[in-house]
């Protein structure tokens, strides 16, 4: 759609600008929050079924397995049918299986149902991000999708203090029906929304998801995707060892570990939100650069001394986290405007390949006996990765 939305009315959203870059930004939480929202019932639930903690906690890796694939299939579909049918399709998916999962009656129900649930999410986040890049031109795009990174950040840090907040005035299915709620506003929501794809790629629906390949083929693309999606290794270790390192290793309350956690969201969030005032305004290759070397040197740091103390290690995660988030909208920026076609599938493949990428450090910090090893190893082989591989592939890369 050839308009940048820069007045309050929206040829693409019957409600105004203002409106569409609010549900865009609410599109883009949905994920993280049906993520991490329920993290707080895991152990009650698995009591409540006589399921082992592994079995229960297929209900996260399997929604996090199943939501990067789902983006593969949705994102190449969007470029075909238009964005308005996928996400018809993907939250109608979301709404009945989060109420499947609502009902449970068993362990394998709820972990149908949390397929079924992700297989859903995947068409919200790869179209949110799409529908972007339709409607919004130039800087305004810059602003829209630094907010939905924002928000992407911002989610999964307060979802498990929201879901410990609904655990105690309801049950675990209490958090479901929450989802079913959030369903509900996103199916009203996308009412006023109009098709803006304007040029669908031709052919057969299995010729759409070729252009998976056509996209990988992209040399550029695919090398900047691999470096990008790597660097989200260090949050996504961190939100899987954080409760184990404060806790466990060094022995702090419950409270004061939120306290730890909620400074670590803060300054998460503080990055997107400078790069549209500040960050945007300095030299690209150069901040990519130092944000990388800095989670390097980072993550170095707290091997060396992390383990002195809780404050230590919340101080020395503290530049790491920051820099993390940071490179988010820019490289997301770079990775959505290399090509000029098939957007809902660059926009799926951004969103899959992080996802699979995180979800690897996740599983990869259990090698570790050590969580506080485990964070720091994982966060300084993915930025020498990251800082190595934009220093090879980042010289043309020209500020934006």
């Known amino acids: 759609m050839d308009t940048d939305c820069t007045f309050d009315s929206c040829p693409a959203y019957g409600l105004g600008r203002k409106a569409l870059i609010a549900y865009l930004a609410f ?37 996090m397995f199943f939501f990067a694939l789902s983006m593969l299939i949705w994102g190449p579909l969007s470029d075909k049918y238009g964005r308005r049918p996928v996400i018809l399709a993907g939250l109608t998916l979301y709404l009945l299986a989060s109420i499947l999962c609502a009902l449970s009656t068993n362990i394998w129900m709820l972990i149908g149902g949390r397929v079924v649930q992700a297989t859903g999410s995947g068409a919200v986040s790869a179209v949110a991000m799409a529908i972007t890049k339709d409607v919004f ?18 989610a999964p840090m307060v979802a498990p203090v929201l879901g410990g907040f609904l655990l105690a005035i309801t ?7 929450a989802f079913v709620i959030c369903g509900i506003v996103a199916w ?7 098709e803006s794809l304007e ?14 390949g056509f996209v990988l083929g992209h040399r550029r693309f695919s090398a900047l995707l691999a470096v990008f999606s790597v660097a989200s290794m260090p949050t996504m270790v961190y939100l899987a060892t954080s409760s184990y390192v404060y806790q466990q290793s060094f022995g702090v309350s419950p409270q004061l570990y939120s306290a730890f956690f909620c400074a670590n969201a803060l300054v998460s ?20 650069t130092t944000c990388f070397a800095v989670v390097v040197i980072g993550a170095a740091l707290i091997f060396l001394f992390g383990h002195n103390g809780p404050f230590w290690f919340a101080t020395l995660m503290l530049p790491v986290t920051f820099c993390s988030s940071a490179i988010r909208p820019p490289s997301t920026i770079i990775l959505m405007t290399l090509l000029d076609s098939d957007t809902g599938t660059v926009a799926s493949l951004i969103g899959s390949a992080a996802v699979l990428c995180g979800s690897l450090a996740m599983l990869a910090s259990g090698l570790w ?7 720091s190893a994982i966060s300084m082989a993915a930025g020498l990765f990251c800082l190595a591989g934009w220093l090879i592939l980042g010289r043309d890369e020209k500020r934006r």
């Open 369 to 375: 006996v050590d969580p506080l090893v485990a964070t």
């Open 188 to 194: 009203l929501g996308i009412l006023p929304l109009r």
């Open 199 to 212: 040029h669908p790629t031709e052919g057969p629906a299995l010729k759409s998801l070729g252009r998976i």
């Open 137 to 154: 031109k130039g800087r305004t795009m810059e602003n829209v999708l630094t907010t939905i990174q924002t928000m992407m950040l911002i």
């Open 171 to 177: 049950s675990w299915r209490g958090i479901f029906w």
């Open 269 to 288: 969030v503080l990055g997107p939100m400078l790069y549209p005032r500040v960050l945007r305004d300095l030299p690209q290759r150069g901040l990519i």
């Open 27 to 63: 599109l883009s939480a949905f994920t993280p929050l049906s993520t991490d929202l329920f993290l707080p019932a895991l152990p009650i639930m698995s009591d409540y079924f006589q399921a082992s903690p592994g079995l229960t906690n297929l209900t996260l890796m399997g929604f």
